[in-house]
């Protein structure tokens, strides 16, 4: 031998070996397709990445709930929590209690005060979107006339911080239309409705709904029909292909905002499994399966929006 | 250790002039040679370190460009994300119109054409395979696809998908017009919005571009540089025969980053690899020593040139050393050998001042000794022959002789037959003294009782004109005397002392007397009253006495034969003395060491056996 290059030997890195980890992945609630289909992206990501998936959501999007279900993670000692919180602050001494216990934690879809956890997987730029869906109902309305919003819950952070957002905008680029109210629908569909049929009844000049939360549009849309007012009321929002399919195709509503909650919970799981490697994460990261990444300080953005239409919808199964 | 036995063996039989040679040869050409190939092997061995250090840093280099080009095409099958239009053809799986389906066709291949063959030249196809669909864009024609093979293969499961997988021809069987060297990436698309397998794309990638970058570090045609990945298959070879195959050298490999020897066919070859970070594809250069120490050549051929002249000038200088040292020795043997077959009188030709010339002086300086003895033994005993032959001589001279009987036919003419007994009585003494010859050595009173009679028949015969006397003071039975050496002195004072006088007195004594170095010795005097010995003949006897009491037989050789006896018997110490003085008489002494009969016969016996030889 003449001339040895060899590095010294790499440090065997971590416990990749022996036991796998445990993530427990907290939604907002369960049973709607949303976090149904996140669930599945998080699952596939655990099968791929050979780490054990914890999912479980309280029955309706409440922070005393996701606190409960935290508590009883916390018991089961998993690696790591992450949370789409229905509250940012309340959820704090729970998320506060964890960490304390060598758990980490982070958050998706929804955000805690950034005191409370080490990352947060945003699924777009909340300006981004919210300016973008604001385009899309004034698009619908010729840019004037009365609207309403239907939130999931004003404590949410990526609500209300969507919110901002729309009414900035549409004060902004949108002079001729005013909103006449904002409705908290507890990401509840049955709840949606009749926060729907009752905008139709209170607002007889509504020109159209903007719905926040997933199930805003589709309840919208059925109240509308119901109301005989289907096409004369604008619906657009948030809301995911499947539920918004029927409705597109039949030209009750023509565009609905959304990302793939699928991808979300992939990713979530992802980096999930990479914060407990202790990898840091870099801007313009390329993830596995999903893609390249922004990241701002303590901040991922999966990516951007989709709008679907009647063109496309045929090719998203969520 | 057995050929060394022997080799002393031989070196201890041989002539010093080879051992000498043999010497100086080893002292001289084992360390030169010793030193020289040091001096070679550590140069070549650095030449080597050095460029073993700096091949790999180049191959590092050369490997992370390769890694770097790599990356760049490992981003190409993503840009298929990036079209909205093929995602979604891709999406629907519907069933459709036979037109719908040739169109997809279109927009899909027209985008791999945009994306991949237009802006890229190192591609040269690409292929997009669906569960029930392939778009193919190539530049050149192709044969062999069977995607079938490409998506399992045998051994393998199929990968997760995320990662670019590398396909080598060999594995797919595909092969392009011209046969260019190519790697296949294979990668999934994902749709992952919907998080399902939408198909795989395959990018043709020509690995032309390693080959840039191979030749940017060797240009040398004897060395051979590959790319293989980290099971040994060959990606890239500057043989192109080589490309696909499997080497498996690698195993023998003692390290993968850095550089080492080993040993081929071919010879003894260099060995650099690299391996890269990401990929573990492993760059190997191969390069033959020779080739590499082509430089260090003319350096071991002047070396060896140099140690070949100075073999052949230490060869001769040591055969001269070797030839001066011993051709003296030879010189000097063969004179000792000219020596022992007899011949004495040798020239030593050695005049040098160093040790055989001291050993040659010393011989020549024995030799002389020793010839100077031979000259005197020989000489010696000859003139001591020759004494006693004319001692033996005068006891029968025939004057004497005559005279004698002249005497007693006149005595016995007068009747006076007392006379004649007594006469015929001493001669008949005498003759049996001179006859008893056996004796070197007698005792004092025989030399004076034969010295008595001679005197008394000259006294028969001169009757009053002579008268003697002897007296003996030493002890002269116990102390010896050699034979004769009175009688020539007392005939010579008769001779000339009766030739010219009426009356002569002739007295002996013998006296002991303490010589100067306390040793006793006897003195004869015999004194007379004749004519004494005229200045110039004395002068020239004593000289005669000093240089050569050997000389001839003339007058006064009685007395320079007493002498010569006296000096060769007893040594120069020993001598005749003559003290004349014309008309008043002549005193001769005659003076030997006291020897007594014991030692007389030791002495004589001595003298015999110096005969003997």
């Not at chain 1, 416990?15 to 907002?28: D, F, L, R």
């Not at chain 1, 929590?81 to 980490?104: F, M, R, T, W, Y």
């Not at chain 1, 719905?211 to 619906?235: I, Q, T």
């Not at chain 2, 980053?257 to 066919?265: L, M, P, T, V």
């Amino acid at each position: 031998m003449i001339y040895n290059g060899e590095q010294t030997k790499k440090q065997e890195s971590g416990q990749i070996s022996g036991e796998m980890y445990t993530i427990a992945v907290i939604p907002k609630v369960e049973g709607i397709s949303y976090f149904e289909a996140a669930e599945e992206g998080a699952r596939e990501a655990g099968e791929d990445l050979n780490v054990n998936v914890l999912f479980e959501g309280p029955p309706a999007a409440d922070w005393k709930q996701q606190s409960t279900i935290i508590e009883s993670f916390i018991q089961k000692e998993v690696d790591l929590i992450a949370v789409s919180a229905n509250d940012p602050e309340k959820l704090g001494p729970v998320l506060q209690k964890a960490e304390e216990k060598g758990i980490k934690v982070m958050t998706w879809d929804s955000d805690t005060n950034a005191g409370y956890r080490e990352l947060f997987i945003n699924m777009v730029d909340p300006e981004n979107l919210g300016r973008h869906v604001m385009d899309n109902l004034a698009s619908e309305m010729g840019e004037e006339g009365e609207y309403a919003i239907m939130t999931g819950s004003h404590e949410a952070a990526n609500v209300s911080e969507w919110m901002d957002y729309i009414v900035k905008q549409q004060k902004k680029a949108y002079p001729g239309m005013k909103l006449v109210e904002a409705v908290e629908t507890e990401d509840n569909p049955q709840k949606s409705y009749l926060a729907a049929k009752k905008l139709l009844r209170d607002h007889p000049r509504l020109k159209g709904i903007l719905g926040s939360s997933s199930v805003g549009p589709p309840a919208a849309v059925e109240a509308a029909r119901d109301a005989g007012k289907a096409g004369a009321v604008a619906v657009t929002g948030l809301s995911t292909p499947n539920l918004m399919r029927e409705y597109i195709k039949e030209g009750s509503a023509r565009v609905v905002t959304l990302w793939s909650p699928k991808k979300l919970g992939y990713l979530t799981v992802s980096l999930a499994e990479q914060l407990l490697d202790g990898s840091t994460l870099k801007d313009g990261q390329h993830v596995g399966k999903v893609g390249n990444i922004k990241v701002k300080g303590d901040t991922v953005i999966m990516g951007l929006p989709i709008d679907f239409t009647r063109e496309n919808i045929n090719q998203y199964d969520f | 250790m057995i050929s060394k036995l022997l080799e002393n063996i031989t070196l201890k039989n041989s002539r010093l002039s080879t051992k000498l040679i043999v010497t100086y040869i080893l002292l001289t050409v084992i360390p030169m040679g010793l030193l020289g190939m040091l001096a070679y092997y550590e140069y070549t061995k650095s030449m080597e370190e050095k460029v073993g250090e700096y091949i790999p840093k180049l191959l590092k280099q050369a490997n992370s460009n390769i890694e770097n080009n790599l990356s760049e095409l490992e981003k190409l099958p993503d840009s298929i994300y990036g079209s909205s239009d093929v995602m979604s053809i891709l999406r629907d799986s519907s069933l459709k119109t036979q037109s719908q389906s040739y169109q997809e066709q279109f927009v899909v291949e027209s985008f791999l054409t945009n994306m991949y063959l237009d802006n890229s030249s190192e591609i040269l196809g690409a292929f997009l395979v669906t569960e029930d669909r392939a778009f193919i864009s190539t530049r050149i024609p192709y044969e062999g696809f069977k995607p079938e093979n490409w998506l399992l293969p045998p051994s393998e499961k199929p990968a997760p998908g995320e990662k670019v997988e590398f396909m080598f021809p060999g594995q797919t069987g595909l092969e392009f017009e011209g046969g260019p060297p190519y790697l296949l990436l294979k990668k999934q698309v994902t749709d992952v919005d919907n998080r399902k397998t939408l198909g795989t794309i395959f990018l043709a990638v020509n690995l032309a571009f390693i080959e840039e970058v191979l030749y940017d570090v060797e240009e040398n045609e004897n060395a051979a540089m590959w790319v293989m990945d980290k099971g040994g298959q060959v990606i890239f070879h500057t043989d192109a025969g080589e490309i696909g195959t499997l080497s498996s050298e690698i195993r023998e490999y003692p390290l993968l980053n850095g550089s080492f020897q080993a040993r081929e066919d071919g010879g003894r070859t260099l060995i650099s690899v690299n391996q890269s970070a990401r990929h573990n594809w492993i760059l190997v250069h191969r390069i033959p020593l020779k080739d590499l120490t082509v430089g260090t050549d003319v350096v071991r051929n002047a070396t060896i040139f140099t140690f070949l002249t100075l073999v052949a000038i230490t060869t001769l200088i040591s055969v001269f050393l070797a030839w001066s040292v011993t051709k003296p020795i030879k010189r000097l043997g063969r004179a000792m050998q000219e020596v022992e077959e007899g011949n004495w009188n040798v020239s030593i030709p050695i005049q040098a001042q160093d040790e055989v010339g001291a050993l040659a002086q010393s011989f020549d300086s024995m030799l002389a000794e020793i010839r100077e003895l031979i000259e005197k033994n020989y000489t010696t005993e000859l003139r001591q022959k020759n004494a006693e032959l004319y001692a033996l001589q005068s006891q029968i001279n025939p004057h004497f002789m005559y005279n004698t009987l002249q005497t007693i036919n006149m005595a016995v003419e007068d009747g006076e037959s007392d006379t004649v007994i007594e006469m015929v009585t001493l001669l008949g003494r005498m003759l049996r003294y001179s006859l008893s010859n056996k004796d070197r050595l007698v005792p004092i009173s025989q030399e004076t009782a034969h010295i008595e009679d001679y005197l008394k028949i000259q006294k028969y015969r001169f009757e009053e004109r002579l008268t003697y006397l002897v007296q003996t003071e030493a002890d002269a039975d116990v102390y010896a005397v050699p034979k004769f050496i009175l009688q020539p002195i007392v005939e010579n004072s008769i001779k000339y002392g009766l030739e010219k006088r009426k009356g002569l007195h002739i007295e002996i004594w013998v006296e002991e007397m303490l010589n100067a170095r306390g040793e006793k010795d006897i003195v004869f005097t015999i004194r007379d009253n004749g004519p004494g010995i005229e200045e110039e003949t004395l002068e020239e006897l004593k000289a005669k006495l000093q240089s050569d009491p050997m000389g001839k037989r003339d007058s006064g050789f009685g007395i320079l034969n007493v002498h010569a006896r006296v000096m060769l018997m007893f040594g120069s110490r020993y001598e005749l003395q003559v003290e004349s003085f014309a008309e008043k008489g002549t005193e001769i002494t005659i003076q030997i060491p006291a020897i007594s009969k014991n030692e007389a016969a030791g002495y004589s016996d001595t003298q015999e056996d110096g005969e003997g030889k």
